[in-house]
């Protein structure tokens, strides 16, 4: 790097907690931890994991909710130079066992609550060590007790054996300062495993400067109207999703405050955030909507909220006009994907953007849009599929070379990667998310976007959620199909209705021939749509007919 030291993500968190260590770093069940104390017993974990013998490189799994124990063993593990892996705490066995035997891990960090999936999948994997944590681990005594009166703490049953200890084992087990572990700019920080949307996870290898880098343009896009330092951060979104780490555990390597809540429910989020006056959250478009439906949002002060961010989704426009209306502040998009390490695209807090954009193109990130079945440039301001590279990108699956090779292309010389999705950039450098080149409708010879008729049926005022998808058609290539779930306390509502209202705001070639009605719709274990389903429910109903 320039023949300049590379400072890693651990000695950059020892840097902030060095400036601030009598500063509130974390607050979890009204608890504050401040950064001294994160670097106590980050030290202290990564200690006794070294003394057990964990070593440079080594795989992780973290396999907890947000718990303080969650940011603890993730910086314990940059200390040494081992590598996280960190999911979510809803996987079953199954997807588990995948992932702790694709990753090559040795450790697993789990609850006691899960521990029973973790003991069913031992015997198949290289698991060595299991670190079993409870909600209560770092709760004064009066807490638990209290808890556990009222049953408010949930328990789970493990056992003990080689192998098997606790966390606080660890912090007791006191073995001395960890190694001095040197960290290169391009050696791995963790791998994050992309939601399986199209078949078995896949893991994708961060990089410590890039995981940095990304952290920084993060904060930077909120920078103008909350400096560094001065933010309480509610981490509104998952930490094994990339969007949730840069602007979670990016709060921690700048200095920030963050939030985190055992359970996500709105109630929860909302009381946390007048109570501890949050400047920043970051949710789903999903979640933007639950929360102006929810039934006791005005018992809620949210005036403290400066840096509303919306990633993962296409944010609806009139989620987005709704959310402006009752706030005075605008919800902020973003544009990214996992193997991109966050944010391709930021939208700027304090800066006047155009509606519908996804954000303005990073200056760390170079872009292409290209026709998705040439691979050839699309003239300036045209639809194509985004081809994404930077200096420090991923380049490649975790022993994957087969999804490697469909999804990095080297055009003249250089490295990128095919995010997949159909965009349009401006002259400006501002992106517009079109589709899912996958989820595209090929309707009459038009290309239709999946995603802007669902746009328009969430416009309306009884749809919850919709999802569209193409039903194979030989005479006009496919129909479009729509699937809605409406409103619970709503009666009346049609399929003819919902058609119609499409009428009015699409064009011909773009509205729906069909509407069924359903419950819920299938998502990802990251709460991703998944059209997939839906669409092979239809093609099995075609070939049964």
Not at 133 to 154: E, M, Q, S
Not at 330 to 342: K, R
Not at 381 to 387: A, F, I, K, T, W
Request: hydrophobic share 40%; with cysteine; proline share 6%.
């Amino acid at each position: 790097m320039n023949g300049k030291k590379h400072r890693s993500i651990y000695e950059a968190f020892s840097e902030t907690a060095g400036r601030f260590p009598g500063k509130t770093a974390l607050i979890y069940l009204g608890e504050r931890f401040t950064y001294g104390q994160l670097e106590q017993m980050a030290g202290m974990i990564a200690g006794s994991l070294a003394g057990m013998g964990v070593e440079k490189g080594e795989r992780a799994v973290i396999y907890l909710p947000h718990v303080p124990q969650w940011v603890i063993i993730w910086l314990a593990l940059q200390r040494i130079g081992a590598v996280a892996v960190p999911v979510t705490h809803f996987y079953g066995p199954g997807d588990l066992r995948y992932i702790a035997a694709d990753s090559g891990a040795e450790t697993i960090f789990c609850m006691d609550t899960n521990f029973g999936y973790v003991s069913q999948i031992l015997s198949g994997t290289g698991l060595k060590r299991v670190i079993v944590n409870t909600v209560a681990d770092l709760l004064p005594w009066w807490k638990r007790f209290i808890g556990k009166v009222y049953d408010r703490i949930p328990e789970g049953k493990y056992s003990s054996g080689e192998g098997i200890f606790t966390f606080k084992d660890l912090i007791r087990r006191r073995s001395g300062p960890p190694p001095e572990v040197p960290v290169e700019g391009w050696e791995t920080a963790e791998i994050l495993y992309t939601g399986g949307t199209t078949g078995l996870p896949k893991g994708v290898p961060i990089s410590d400067v890039l995981f940095q880098e990304s952290v920084d343009e993060q904060r930077k896009a909120s920078q103008k109207i909350i400096p560094r330092g001065e933010d309480v951060v509610i981490q509104g979104a998952p930490l094994y999703h990339i969007l949730g780490q840069v602007v979670g555990l990016g709060g921690i390597l700048s200095g920030d405050t963050l939030i985190l809540l055992p359970k996500m429910n709105l109630d929860a989020i909302l009381d946390h955030i007048e109570r501890y006056k949050a400047k920043t959250f970051f949710g789903t478009p999903t979640l933007y909507r639950m929360i102006l439906e929810h039934n006791r949002l005005d018992h809620y002060d949210l005036g403290s909220l400066q840096y509303c961010f919306s990633g993962g989704d296409v944010l609806p426009r009139e989620v987005a006009g709704r959310w402006l209306k009752k706030y005075g502040r605008p919800i902020y998009q973003g544009y990214g994907a996992t193997e991109t390490c966050g944010g391709v695209a930021l939208t700027p807090a304090g800066e006047s953007f155009p509606e519908g954009t996804a954000g303005k193109i990073l200056p760390i990130k170079q872009v292409k849009v290209v026709n998705p079945d040439t691979l050839e440039d699309v003239p300036p301001g045209y639809p194509g599929e985004l081809l994404v590279s930077s200096d420090h990108m991923v380049d490649g699956y975790w022993n994957k070379p087969e999804e490697t090779a469909r999804s990095f292309v080297r055009i003249d010389g250089r490295l990128w990667y095919r995010v997949g999705d159909l965009v349009r950039i401006d002259d400006q450098g501002w992106l517009f998310f079109l589709d899912r080149s996958a989820d595209i409708i090929k309707h009459k010879g038009y290309r239709v976007a999946a995603s802007k008729i669902e746009a328009v049926l969430q416009e309306h005022p009884a749809v919850i959620a919709s999802c569209a998808v193409g039903v194979p058609d030989e005479k006009v290539g496919e129909r479009i199909k729509a699937f809605v779930v409406i409103k619970e306390d709503v009666k009346g509502v049609t399929a003819s209705d919902l058609i119609k209202f499409c009428r009015e705001r699409l064009a011909p070639y773009e509205v729906p021939q069909y509407v069924e009605f359903r419950d819920m719709l299938p998502k990802s274990k990251v709460g991703k749509l998944l059209r997939r389903e839906l669409r092979a429910d239809e093609r099995r109903k075609l070939e049964v007919s």
